[in-house]
């Protein structure tokens, strides 16, 4: 395979380091994107040590505005051009809407939908003018119905969803392709960072972060357009769409809370 630059956000913890280990083993070179500059050091050091890959470390606060253009253009002045990006960053937290620190839900929109909204959109138009890019954005099966108590992180999910499907339809016949992957309960830092580790939703099962990134990477160099990983995952997905809302409501509630 043609060696490329791969950006892949939140590259320090859980879905994200695999991403790049997987990325790595295939020959490309990285930019390496989160807050915790340490651990992307640490990463960018491994991988480059195994697969004589370059690896560059960008540490940014994705939740301050206008990081992600500015990523953009520090990607710029430094000659990177990214054909691959892997939009992976995001967290949640769980309590009512009205009550959760305001400062924090803001945040959770800055992370989850508009730095993913931003980089696409500033990365896309080099990806189609040159005929080739591979877009895989992170959302989760929280996609595919409202979740009380997580409300606006389910609702971030719907946004990154609906926008892959579309832009995968816009680019058809470009050499551009845009997956999203929608993971179910996964084995990561994410729910100790949510407060939602004695969730139902966790109890009942949870996937190796390894295996939901195979699943992701896989469907993105295939430019398929959806994934749900988990055929347990698939099917409640699928069982929701049918359901009557107030029912799908009802579930998300009682699985979060
Ligand atoms: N784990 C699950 O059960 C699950 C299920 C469905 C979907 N997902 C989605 O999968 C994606 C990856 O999450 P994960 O499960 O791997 O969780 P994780 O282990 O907590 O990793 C989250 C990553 O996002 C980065 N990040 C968080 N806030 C950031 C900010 N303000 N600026 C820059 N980077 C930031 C973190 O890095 P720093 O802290 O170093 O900044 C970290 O690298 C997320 O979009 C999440 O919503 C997870």
């Not at 050091?41 to 890959?53: F, K, M, N, S, Y």
């Not at 939908?113 to 992170?138: D, E």
């Not at 992180?153 to 680019?171: C, P, R």
């Amino acid at each position: 395979m043609t060696s490329r630059i791969a950006l892949v956000t939140g590259a320090s913890a859980g879905l994200g380091v695999e991403f790049a280990k997987l990325l790595a083993k295939d020959g490309h070179n990285l930019v390496l994107v989160a807050r915790s500059q340490d651990r992307l050091q640490r990463l960018a050091d491994e991988l480059q040590q195994q697969h004589g890959v370059r690896a560059q470390v960008f540490a940014r606060d994705l939740s301050q505005p206008g990081a992600a253009p500015a990523l953009v253009e520090a990607l710029d002045q430094a000659g990177l051009t990214i054909d691959i990006l892997i939009n992976n960053a995001g967290f949640g937290f769980s309590g009512k809407y009205h009550e959760n620190p305001a400062e924090q839900e803001f945040a959770l929109l800055q992370v989850n939908v508009v730095a993913l909204a931003q980089l696409t959109r500033l990365l896309l138009p080099g990806m189609v003018a040159r005929g080739w890019g591979r877009v895989l954005n992170v959302a989760s099966t929280a996609a595919f119905q409202p979740g009380p108590h997580m409300a606006g992180y389910f609702a971030s999910k719907a946004y990154v969803l609906s926008l892959s499907e579309a832009l995968a339809y816009e680019l058809k016949d470009t050499g551009v392709s845009v997956t999203v992957l929608c993971p179910g309960p996964t084995q990561t830092e994410f729910t100790e960072r949510a407060g939602i580790r004695e969730s139902l939703l966790f109890k009942l099962s949870a996937q190796s972060a390894e295996k939901v990134a195979a699943i992701g990477y896989q469907a993105m160099l295939k430019g398929e357009t959806v994934v749900i990983s988990g055929l347990h995952n698939w099917a409640l997905a699928q069982t929701i769409r049918f359901a009557p809302r107030g029912v799908a409501r009802a579930l998300a509630s009682w699985l979060v809370k």
